[in-house]
């Protein structure tokens, strides 16, 4: 079992930076890929980036390359997700998921999910 925390949303203004975070439980954590998905309210939950258990390999989605970071440190089960050029499009809910899966950008194979943190852009 693996449990999740996110924190770090918030809102800013365009153009400015959030990082958000996701502390983890469980000693399996290091083991696997974590990804950070977001959410718009009535809309399917879209991949933002992902990071390989070793840290080595990183993907992101291309509306974020370049603007955002996803990082990890096993020794202290923390993964965090750097964000900066903030655009009011990437307002959403962000949840960060964990598990044995081979699709890093498919939410469906994301067992563990953490509870989610707003993260608001004003224009």
């Known amino acids: 079992q693996v449990q999740l925390v996110e924190s770090g949303g918030g809102l800013v203004q365009a153009g400015g930076s959030l990082r958000l975070s996701c502390a983890a439980s469980g000693r399996t954590f290091s083991t696997y890929v974590v990804g950070w998905f977001r959410q718009v309210a009535g809309k399917e939950r879209e991949f933002a980036a992902a990071?390989?258990?070793?840290?080595?390999?990183?993907y992101y989605t291309e509306s974020v390359k370049g603007r955002f970071t996803i990082s990890r440190d096993n020794a202290k089960n923390m993964v965090h997700l750097q964000m900066n050029s903030l655009k009011p499009e990437d307002t959403a809910v962000y949840y960060c998921a964990t598990g044995a899966t081979s699709t890093y950008n498919n939410w469906k194979g994301y067992v563990y999910w953490g509870q989610g943190t707003q993260v608001t852009v004003s224009s």
């Open positions: 990071i390989s258990w070793s840290g080595d390999r990183t």
